[in-house]
Nanobody, 116 residues
Framework: QVQLVESGGGLVQPGGSLRLSCAAS????????MGWYRQAPGKQRELVAY???????NYADSVKGRFTISRDNAKNLVSLQMNMTKPEDTAVYYC??????????WGQGTQVTVSS
């Protein structure tokens, strides 16, 4: 059994910063890529940021220059540093991992609310 557990969600004021973390545990041989998705009420889930095992990154246009994704391959950990947050960033954020010999794996989600 493989699990992804997110942490770091919560309430932040507009313009403030928040850091999300996701730890993968279980029988893991290798993780090809990891990412963060988010889903706001009434909207479909969208990709926020993605990082490959080699460190290449991709970001949604809406978060470029504000969010930074990083990973620690040895610890099976991925993080999302959220700076200059906006109310539009409010959503449930989900950790994602493509795990070799397992497949696509999702975390349970963590709420991020950007509000005064």
């Amino acid at each position: 059994q493989v699990q992804l557990v997110e942490s770091g969600g919560g309430l932040v004021q507009p313009g403030g910063s928040l850091r999300l973390s996701c730890a993968a545990s279980g029988s893991i041989f290798s993780i090809n890529g990891m990412g963060w998705y988010r889903q706001a009420p009434g909207k479909q889930r969208e990709l926020v940021a993605y990082i490959t095992s080699g460190g290449s990154t991709n970001y949604a246009d809406s978060v470029k220059g504000r969010f930074t994704i990083s990973r620690d391959n040895a610890k099976n950990l991925v993080s999302l540093q959220m700076n200059m947050t906006k109310p539009e960033d409010t959503a449930v954020y989900y950790c994602y991992a493509m795990i070799l010999r397992v497949g696509a794996t999702w975390g349970q989600g963590t709420q991020v609310t950007v509000s005064s």
